[in-house]
């Protein structure tokens, strides 16, 4: 029993070396826990610099790259061109029926008017 008034953790504890008392222990072991785990987490991390899903280099399958290259400009030339070129064929005529042209459809207060 002390009467100097100190407080119960600065008694040294018997099974802890060099008298530090039982809350330094866990905050030593946890201090270390976090080192260990910056190490095999985070570090590896940053160092690998991964690259979202969504910027990687896209890879092509075969089957698509032989799409790309011999079907679709095919399919663009005799039925998306052609299908594109009379809806722009038509809105012109309605447009003029009105005596109107694609540059008045633009809102005068949009700040991207070129």
Known sequence: QES???NEHSAVHPALP???DPSSAAMS????LSKQLIKTYVEPAQRAM????YQQPRQLTPLQQWWRE?????WFKY????YE?????????????????FDDQHNSHDPVVE
């Open 79 to 82: 039925v998306i061109g052609p």
């Open 18 to 20: 060099s008298g530090r």
């Open 85 to 101: 070129r009379y809806q722009y064929e038509h809105a012109v005529a309605e447009l003029r029926s009105y005596g109107l042209m």
């Open 70 to 74: 011999n079907v679709y400009p095919v």
């Open 50 to 53: 991964v690259v979202p899903w």
């Open 29 to 32: 072991f946890y201090r270390a």
């Open 4 to 6: 100097s008034g100190s």
